[in-house]
């Protein structure tokens, strides 16, 4: 259980007895001695460190696991709940896939729900743990999303939950939009005028109803969960609420910092009303010119009554045209906070695809080389790959172009590690024109002295490592080696690059380095993801979008690459291939409902 002093510490940092958010931003803030913080420090012990089941990765295990543990769920936590809510709600809530566990490494992670109390899994990116499962030196914050629909403010709180996630932050994201199609019901429409300022009294009280419901889970995750970064994305669109909800927070000794995403630039909001009306649940079936009518008309009454921050008083950042500059007021009360600050000047929320393939592979004589050239078949294959990739990206654009968008051909960049299996792979691209630039940082994980040992031979030889690696082949190192979690913190600066690039982006590079940067866009867990298979006869393409990621294969046809792990870098735990072709495609999902709804206060117009 967790102590007073260390509730007392992960509550968030005091100035004579207030909270942070009461203290002018000039005065220093004192945290509680170093010694009561280090005392709920838990060293992580990676060689001993044990991982659940792999049962996930396996879709013929996964299907009757997943209800046993839907079925337990609910009986446990939503029974009490749902007599308060209507029958259709329950439904959408128990079964939606944003609370279902996660069955498929290949659907975007992002919004699963992981039992926060038992998982004995750590993020990938992870440096430490404590008691209470929150950093010790960042107390609790709750991100306030404000910006006028259409201004990314779902894609830009689903990318923050993606990165404090991967550090090992507990993070969630509270969707008021998702409480108000669960409240609603599924196929049915909200009152006609429920997005208006002058609503019916029908109107207003649904909207309290959801807007509690909402804030009711935040706080339950926050004070019963040990959550510590909660999203809260909403409209938030008046002064006076946005007042109110920062003390309210403050009276419950958890930070508030406001997030405004302010776009004036005509190109991103079409860009962005694209992409919801592509993606957002709302729309769902809808013809497109319907879906863009009624979109734009929900923009139109709001636009009125929307007040942009200028409130000194508070914390705030305010994203100018999807990342074109940054302001920010206030903001000093924290690591984590300068972390997030730091994480949004690299981020942007345009219209792009990444695409993954593995470098070419060298001949059987160059097993010994440190830095073989590619073999006649990996020359073979950067030829073949380079044209399923080029004929992939044609394919797209006059499919776009049939459907009445006159796209432009995005830019395409390649990155490529120093090495010259990666480098070579990448040559018949640079010969077309495109840009190729190295990075130091995504050379492969290295194998340390087993280096040029199989398999096989490992295990023969070295039975004890052999188990070590089996038992947690994620953080496992074998001697003078790096493991999986070392290379995710050495990637973290390409992972910020990522962000910040805006053309479409080929990365070649080892498998490891894949695994590593896959995972981290599809927020895979720490133990699947050294079990991602990228074949060579493949092209991995993700799709940055607003609810969640999305991931296709390109095949590339006519080639078949001879290849069996040879080394311990390329050795991993065998795991059954998935096509992605045969993963159904989901869209975003319903918030569940998990504490009794009570009285609050309407804050002013905090729609979604």
């Known amino acids: 259980m967790e102590s007073d002093a260390d509730r007392k510490t992960n509550n968030g940092p005091e100035f004579n007895g207030k909270s942070a958010l009461q203290v002018p931003h000039r005065c220093v803030v004192s945290f509680a001695p170093e010694t009561q913080q280090m005392d709920h420090l838990k060293p992580v012990d990676h060689q001993r460190f044990e991982t659940p089941t792999t049962i996930f990765s396996r879709p013929e295990l996964a299907e009757s696991f997943i209800s046993k543990m839907e079925s337990e769920k609910i009986s446990s936590v939503y029974r009490g709940l749902l007599s308060d809510i209507d029958p259709s709600t329950s439904e959408i809530s128990a079964n939606s896939p944003r609370y279902r566990r996660r069955s498929s490494t290949f659907i975007d992670g992002i919004h699963d729900i992981r039992d926060d109390k038992t998982c004995s899994t750590l993020a990938p990116a992870q440096l430490?743990?404590?008691?209470?499962g929150r950093l010790f030196h960042s107390g609790r914050i709750v991100i306030v999303l404000v910006g006028l629909p259409a201004r990314g403010k779902t894609h830009i709180s689903v990318s923050i939950s993606r990165y404090l996630q991967w550090l090992g932050v507990k993070t969630r994201i509270f969707h008021l939009g998702d409480y108000r199609r669960a409240t609603i019901g599924e196929n049915k429409d909200v009152p006609d005028d429920y997005f208006?300022?002058?609503a019916s009294a029908k109107s207003v009280i649904l909207r309290q109803k959801i807007l509690e419901k909402c804030r009711q889970d935040l706080y339950s995750w926050l004070d019963d969960e040990n959550g510590q970064v909660a999203i809260y994305d909403a409209v938030n669109p008046h002064s006076s609420g946005r007042r109110l909800l920062a003390m309210e927070f403050a009276q419950r000794n958890v930070q508030t910092l406001f997030l405004e995403s302010y776009v004036t630039d005509q190109r991103i909001l079409a860009e962005n009303a694209r992409n919801v009306k592509i993606n957002s649940p709302d729309f769902q079936g809808m013809d497109?010119?319907?879906?863009?009518?009624?979109?734009?008309?929900?923009?139109d009454m709001k636009i009125p009554h929307f007040e942009t921050m200028t409130e000194n008083e508070l914390n705030y950042i305010k994203m100018i045209n999807a990342g074109e500059s940054i302001?920010?007021?206030?903001?000093?009360?924290?690591?984590?906070?300068?972390?997030?600050?730091?994480?949004?000047?690299?981020?942007?929320?345009?219209?792009?695809?990444?695409?993954?393939?593995?470098e070419g592979t060298s001949g059987d004589e160059d097993l010994d080389k440190v830095d073989a050239s590619l073999s006649e078949e990996g020359v073979e294959y950067s030829r073949k790959m380079t044209k399923a990739l080029l004929?992939?990206?044609?394919?797209?654009?006059?499919?776009?172009?049939?459907?009445?968008?006159?796209?432009?051909?995005?830019t395409l960049t390649v990155w490529t590690s120093t090495r010259k299996l990666s480098l070579e792979t990448a040559?018949?691209?640079?010969?077309?024109?495109?840009?190729?630039?190295?990075?130091?940082?995504?050379?492969?994980?290295?194998?340390?002295?087993?280096?040029?040992?199989?398999?096989?031979?490992?295990?023969?030889?070295?039975?004890?490592?052999?188990?070590?690696h089996d038992s947690d082949p994620y953080h496992h190192r074998y001697p003078r080696a790096e493991s999986y979690h070392d290379?995710?913190?050495r990637l973290e600066p390409i992972i910020l690059e990522l962000e910040r690039e805006e053309n479409d982006l080929l990365i070649i590079a080892h498998e490891s380095v894949l695994r590593v940067l896959y995972g981290y866009l599809m927020a895979c867990d720490a133990t699947y993801i050294p079990t991602l298979d990228f074949p060579r006869n493949r092209i991995l393409e993700v799709i940055p979008a607003s609810y969640q990621n999305e991931a296709k294969i390109i095949h590339i046809p006519d080639f078949t690459c001879h290849e069996n792990p040879r080394t311990s870098k390329e050795c991993s735990t065998p795991v059954p291939s998935i096509s992605f072709e045969s993963l159904p495609?989901?869209?975003?999902?319903?918030?569940?409902?998990?504490?009794?709804?009570?009285?609050?206060?309407?804050?002013?117009?905090?729609?979604d």
Do not use: W
């Not at 430490?128 to 209470?132: D, K, L, V």
């Not at 497109?288 to 923009?299: C, F, H, N, P, S």
């Open 128 to 132: 430490y743990s404590t008691e209470s």
């Open 196 to 198: 208006f300022v002058n």
């Open 288 to 299: 497109v010119d319907e879906a863009a009518q009624l979109y734009l008309k929900r923009i």
């Open 327 to 358: 302001q920010y007021n206030n903001v000093s009360f924290g690591y984590l906070s300068y972390r997030i600050v730091f994480y949004l000047m690299n981020l942007h929320i345009k219209r792009r695809a990444i695409f993954f393939t593995r």
């Open 391 to 410: 004929t992939h990206r044609e394919a797209e654009r006059a499919t776009a172009i049939a459907q009445g968008e006159n796209t432009v051909m995005r």
């Open 427 to 468: 040559i018949p691209l640079k010969e077309q024109g495109f840009t190729v630039r190295q990075r130091s940082q995504m050379s492969q994980l290295n194998p340390g002295v087993f280096g040029s040992l199989n398999e096989i031979t490992i295990c023969q030889k070295y039975p004890d490592e052999a188990a070590k």
């Open 487 to 489: 290379l995710a913190v």
């Open 585 to 607: 495609r989901t869209n975003a999902t319903e918030s569940s409902s998990q504490n009794p709804i009570t009285q609050l206060e309407e804050h002013p117009l905090s729609l």
